[in-house]
């Protein structure tokens, strides 16, 4: 399998998700801006985010996905479905009841994440409400989590790098066709929730049902949890819903911070954030989807050289992709917001606002990314122990952090605090994986950074240069025209930086992987 031609099928993929998510932000931002409503609504979304990362993409997949290779590669077909069927019903049958007590329990949850709504009991009402009909999400995206990982396994990305169109179509017809009609419009926005979560799932059938391996869920809960398989995959899962669970923790913490700050906070770091996680899916969740199906193989076969390839080549486009980016956001946050956001009522204080946080997150984007591609160097090992103690490492010092950076920075100070301790979570992997002799970097990586720190040092000055010919805030009557100046400076910028690399040796062929 070809692995750069596969990472551009899945960015491409995850590109149009993207795309789609800006869109329905700019929607969202144009009909809500940033108010105490849409506050209530990131609030509630977040919580079923939560506990999506634990018992979805995050924790069961981080567990599920290298045992469910190893029976692939050692077992055979017949061992792996009936892995599947068992942590398919175990799965089910636990988020089902989750979910239940979730909603009964709405009221307490949303007090927990964030304290700050306690005075206000119209958004504190609207935040329980959307908490509850939001809930099932997690159950839908619990089983696209599970859908995934047997689709990764099988070589087969596409589909699951596709699903999260769904939801953000679901979330632009609710905006455009559901809100108008509502007495408290932003409802429309947790019904698409809903909805989105249950096409992700629909979707994920005919592919499963194509390579034979549609789960089959049984009422036998007590056989399902008895499984040696499934309790396998539950041992991984608690030290890896650990670190997920330190992750989500943090941010909770952050999200209780911003209820507390000037009202817009949250939705100010939701935009940031929407607009951070562009290049973040597009390069570290793609990279990461695509190195632990393939390093989990490499490790079942006892390949260590193989292994360590991988996790080198992993690198190499991360630096070389992602750092540009960082760049990009930091020299150009004015441009993205404005280009994006600035429309009905989404003032010019709240592309002040978000793009104050955006410069934040874009120092530590580096950070946030190579983690994506560092821990599955521990997670195919199923050591999943290492990164829960980093992490916890990490937590205390985001939020020492906090107490430094908010006084002076407000809102921009948890997402800097945010990716700085990314960076700190990352060099700390890199030191244990070198440590243990799980990686060995290959030659050129001193050519290769003077090389592309030259590139971006170039970068940096051509984007300031060529943003500072627009008044971005002006070109709110021209939404065409500012689009095209984006679109025109995004392209210079690209050129600029890859012409630099062509012009120092780079070529794409170097990045070529193959992997059985």
């Given amino acids: 399998m070809n692995l750069l031609k596969t990472l551009v099928t899945i960015s491409g993929m995850t590109m149009l998700s993207r795309i789609t998510g800006l869109v329905r932000e700019l929607l969202i931002a144009r009909a809500f801006g940033a108010s105490g409503f849409t506050d209530a609504f990131f609030v509630a979304f977040r919580i079923p985010n939560l506990l999506r990362r634990l018992f979805a993409e995050g924790a069961f997949s981080q567990a599920f996905v290298p045992i469910l290779a190893e029976y692939v590669n050692k077992k055979g077909a017949d061992p792996a479905r009936e892995l599947v069927d068992k942590v398919a019903t175990a799965l089910m049958w636990t988020l089902v009841l989750i979910c ?308 002076l920075y407000a809102h921009a100070g948890l997402a800097l605090s945010i990716g700085i301790g990314a960076c700190g979570n990352a060099a700390i992997l890199y030191f244990m994986l070198r440590k243990r002799g799980i990686y060995q970097p290959q030659s050129g990586w001193k050519v290769f950074f003077l090389k592309v720190g030259a590139a971006l040092v170039l970068l940096a000055g051509v984007s300031m240069w060529i943003a500072a010919r627009f008044d971005w805030i002006a070109l709110q009557a021209h939404p065409l025209a500012r689009m095209g100046a984006l679109a025109l400076v995004m392209i210079v910028c690209g050129i600029v930086y890859f012409g630099a690399l062509f012009a120092m040796g780079f070529r794409i062929q170097d990045f070529r992987r193959i992997a059985s």
Wanted: charge should be positive; aromatic fraction near 10%; glycine fraction near 6%.
């Fill in 100 to 407: 239940f007590l979730g909603m009964m329990a709405a009221p307490g949850v949303v007090y927990l994440i964030a304290t700050g709504f306690d005075s206000n009991g119209d958004v504190f009402d609207l935040s329980v409400l959307m908490t509850r009909i939001m809930f099932p999400y997690i159950l839908f995206m619990s089983l696209v989590a599970l859908a995934g990982g047997i689709l990764n396994t099988w070589r087969e990305f596409r589909i699951p790098a596709f699903t999260p169109v769904l939801l953000n179509i679901s979330f632009i017809i609710a905006s455009l066709f559901v809100a108008p009609y509502l007495k408290q419009p932003v409802l429309a926005l947790a019904f698409a929730v809903f909805v989105g979560g249950f096409l992700q799932l629909a979707i994920q059938i005919p592919a499963l049902m194509k390579i034979g391996m549609l789960p089959r869920v049984s009422i036998n809960v007590a056989g399902a949890f008895r499984s040696q398989g499934v309790r396998r995959v539950i041992r991984q899962m608690i030290p890896a819903i650990f670190a997920v669970s330190v992750a989500q923790i943090s941010l909770m913490i952050n999200t209780n911070i911003a209820s507390r700050l000037a009202h817009g906070s949250v939705s100010w770091i939701s935009y940031a954030d929407r607009l951070m996680e562009f290049p973040n899916a597009l390069l570290g969740v793609a990279l990461g989807t695509i190195l632990l199906p393939s390093l989990s193989k490499a490790h079942a076969n006892n390949d260590e050289k193989e292994y360590s390839s991988l996790l080198d080549w992993g690198l190499r486009l991360t630096f070389l992709l992602a750092l540009p980016a960082s760049v990009m956001l930091m020299t150009l946050p004015v441009p993205f917001t404005a280009t994006l956001f600035h429309y009905g009522k989404f003032s010019v204080v709240d592309v002040a606002m978000t793009s104050n946080a955006l410069v934040a997150y874009g120092v530590g984007l580096i950070g946030l990314i190579v983690v994506r591609i560092l821990a599955p160097g521990f997670y195919a090992k199923q050591d999943i122990r290492t990164p829960v103690k980093i992490a916890v490492v990490v937590l205390v010092l985001t939020q020492l952090m906090n107490l430094l950076f908010v006084p």
